[in-house]
């Protein structure tokens, strides 16, 4: 550590350095406890859409009929997701009622083949052009706006629409940034052509891709072996854009 000066508490507030917030979420359904989350509480709505249709509570977004966000001071926020009966009781039946840190998805997974679940194959599309790839790159970096604000600290991801919009989202945790920008992209109605993410790629992010039915996912790191043969039996387009390395194309839809 010779040469290197260790900034004290006192030093680093007086620097004006400040902290990702992290807060636990609870998601609620039509009032009765699901899951809790560690996250950044921003973008609440985006949230809880995307987790809804990505852990396969919801079809789709518009099987939501309503989102209900309340703060309780300290102690966190509520996000209560109205849906239908028969939703909410099969929701219930497969309740993982989990307290996740924000770097682990699978934390209180009640079982193992609750956290191996089945996905549907996803029709073959072709890979996403490199130009679109490198596009929704610069828009991430650009559009990270926390991890600007508080020096970094978040993970992000964007979901590359259809109509050549995008919407970029961030968070303390991988998954969490991933469900918002799946969420953002999901309520706007358009197709999602692939979302990209600056987190590794387990196996967890592919189901959350596979399961919104979105045909394609980009990476900033290489994928788990696990992560790799979900792609290639749920036919994702699973690529890997290595900042500085070009892209390789892990598994291609059929």
Not at 69 to 75: E, P
Not at 85 to 104: H, I, K, P
Not at 179 to 186: F, P, R
Not at 211 to 235: H, I, R
Request: charged letters at 20%.
């Amino acid at each position: 550590m010779t040469g290197h000066h260790v900034h004290t508490p006192e030093e680093a507030k007086a620097c004006g350095l400040t902290l990702a917030p992290e807060a636990p979420v609870a998601f609620t359904l039509n009032g009765e406890g699901f899951a809790v989350l560690m996250a950044t509480p921003q973008d609440l709505e985006d949230f809880a859409i995307g987790f809804a249709v990505s852990e396969g509570i919801l079809p789709s977004a518009a099987d939501l009929a309503a989102v209900h966000l309340q703060a309780h001071d300290a102690l966190g926020f509520t996000v209560d997701l109205q849906i239908d009966d028969d939703r909410f009781f099969e929701a219930l039946r497969r309740r993982r009622m989990l307290t996740g840190t924000a770097g682990c998805g699978l934390c209180g997974v009640d079982s193992l083949s609750a956290a191996m679940r089945p996905l549907s194959p996803l029709q073959g599309t072709d890979l996403p052009e490199d130009d679109r790839i490198q596009e929704a790159l610069r828009t991430l970096t650009e559009r990270q706006h926390l991890s600007d604000t508080y020096g970094g600290g978040l993970h992000a991801a964007v979901a590359a629409l259809a109509n050549g919009e995008y919407a970029v989202r961030e968070d303390i945790g991988r998954h969490n940034a991933l469900d918002k920008a799946l969420g953002a992209g999901l309520k706007t109605g358009v197709a999602i052509d692939f979302v990209m993410t600056t987190s590794r790629c387990s196996a967890d992010l592919v189901q959350k891709t596979v399961t919104c039915g979105v045909p394609s996912l980009v990476v900033m790191a290489s994928p788990s072996d696990l992560a790799v043969k979900l792609s290639e039996n749920a036919n994702l387009n699973l690529l890997s854009c290595q900042r500085g390395h070009g892209i390789i194309c892990y598994t291609q839809a059929k």
